[in-house]
Each structure stands twice: as structure tokens, then as C-alpha cells.
């Protein structure tokens, strides 16, 4: 089953506006990391969020972290249709021992210049 | 500017046919990991293997996939015999160890693989 899940599915909206995601998980992690595909490509990397930690800022990029209610977002700031592309968030699960990460289902972002 | 490699970029092949697809991880890297991803199935993983050893293969049909890396620079998955439901996307991605077993993984640009 999913680990993580992106809310919404899909989202469009206008060049200079902000985007947030949404991500769900069921267990406990050590820690959560957003990456985005763009259409074709490999996934690439973009912060890495640990489980003490509440906020993460990288550039445009804003990421939380609520772990008592298993929820992460990840806000894009001042959006331009090269931030065009399917996100996702990954967990690496704690206690498990297993050294990988839990991929969720993505949102798809359309900036529309 | 270090990158994962992978060959071929694409494939389309016959039912039955064997399938070897490659990827070079990101020297110094010491975890190596195998994922699928389709649109009905999203990303999953298949295989992962730590400086060399294989870790955990659950999430791979055992009777027709297999994992390798017969040495540092080289890691291949081998699907015999292929199935029109193998059709997807085959990322490979080496890991780097941020913070005692924290991963920031490295994706290669993927195997598109059809099987008609």
C-alpha cells in the first residue's frame, strides 16, 4: 500500500501564483523527502525534511512537517511554468530497518505562463 | 557534474524475450535500488542492494526478475521471460548517505521498456 499520498491529484493554476501539495502517511518516519519529475525523466531530489524538524525553506520551496497528524505540504512560491512537472513525497520509514524509501501516487502541477 | 546512468533507453521486445537493462550508480554511492513505475502502479520498488548486497527483493516477481551487481560501477535487472505486463518505466537510483541511513537518492533517466 502507499505510504505516502499527494493531495490534490492534479493542480493547474497561473504563472506568479503560489502551489501547495499536500502529503499523508501512515507510519512513523525518520524522515520525508519531496521530488519532482518532469514528463519522461527520472525523479530528482529536492529537500529532505527529519522528523524534529517542523519547517524547511530551500529557495521558492517550503516545506512542513506535522508529524502528530502524519502530514507534510510542500509549497511552491511565485510558481513559472518551468515549476511545471509531477511531484512526490517520500518517506523513510522508522523502525523498520528498511534502508528505503516509500514513494506516494504524485501530484501533476500545470503552470500556465 | 555526477549522474546515474542507465542503458537502453528504451526497449521494445517480443513476449518471451529476455531483458537486461544497466545502470552505473554515482561512484561513492554505496545503495543501489531498482524501481517500476507505470501509471495504474505509480513508483515501486523492486529491488535495493547495499555495497553490493542485495537487501530486500520483495517487491519483485522472483520468477522472472533478477537483480545483480557483479561489481561497484554496475547494477543490472533481468527480466526472462518478459510479459506485456512488464511495460513500464525501470528507474535505477544510487543513494547517498546524508545522516546515519538517511537517503538522498539519485535517479537515472529511466529504461522505457514495451513488450508486445
Known amino acids: 500500500s502507499q505510504q505516502g499520498e499527494e493531495d490534490p491529484q492534479a493542480l493547474s493554476i497561473q504563472e506568479g501564483e503560489n502551489a501547495t501539495m499536500n502529503c499523508s502517511y501512515k507510519?512513523?518516519?525518520?524522515?520525508l523527502q519531496w521530488y519532482r519529475q518532469n514528463s519522461g525523466r527520472g525523479l530528482v531530489h529536492l529537500i529532505l525534511?527529519?522528523?524534529?524538524?517542523r519547517e524547511k525553506h530551500s529557495g521558492r520551496l517550503r516545506v512542513t512537517l506535522d508529524t502528530s497528524k502524519k502530514s507534510s505540504s510542500l509549497l511552491i512560491t511565485a510558481s513559472r511554468a518551468a515549476d511545471t512537472a509531477s511531484y512526490f513525497c517520500a518517506t523513510d520509514r522508522s523502525g523498520t530497518g528498511r534502508r528505503a524509501l516509500t514513494f506516494g501516487s504524485g501530484t501533476r502541477l500545470q503552470v500556465q505562463p | 557534474d555526477a549522474r546515474v546512468t542507465q542503458t537502453p533507453r528504451h526497449k521494445v521486445t517480443e513476449m518471451g524475450q529476455e531483458v537486461t537493462m544497466r545502470c552505473q550508480p554515482i561512484l561513492g554511492h554505496n545503495t543501489v535500488f531498482w524501481y517500476r513505475q507505470t501509471m495504474m502502479q505509480g513508483l515501486e520498488l523492486l529491488a535495493y542492494f547495499r555495497n553490493r548486497a542485495p537487501l530486500d527483493d520483495s517487491g519483485m516477481p522472483k520468477d522472472r526478475f533478477s537483480a545483480e551487481m557483479p561489481d561497484a560501477t554496475l547494477a543490472t535487472l533481468k527480466i526472462q521471460p518478459s510479459e506485456p505486463r512488464d511495460s513500464a518505466v525501470y528507474f535505477c537510483?544510487?543513494?547517498?548517505?546524508?545522516?546515519?541511513?538517511?537517503?538522498?537518492?539519485?535517479f537515472g533517466p529511466g529504461t522505457r521498456l514495451t513488450v508486445t
Open positions: 525534511i527529519r522528523s524534529n524538524e
Open positions: 537510483a544510487s543513494g547517498l548517505v546524508i545522516t546515519s541511513g538517511i537517503y538522498e537518492q539519485y
Open positions: 507510519t512513523s518516519i525518520n524522515n
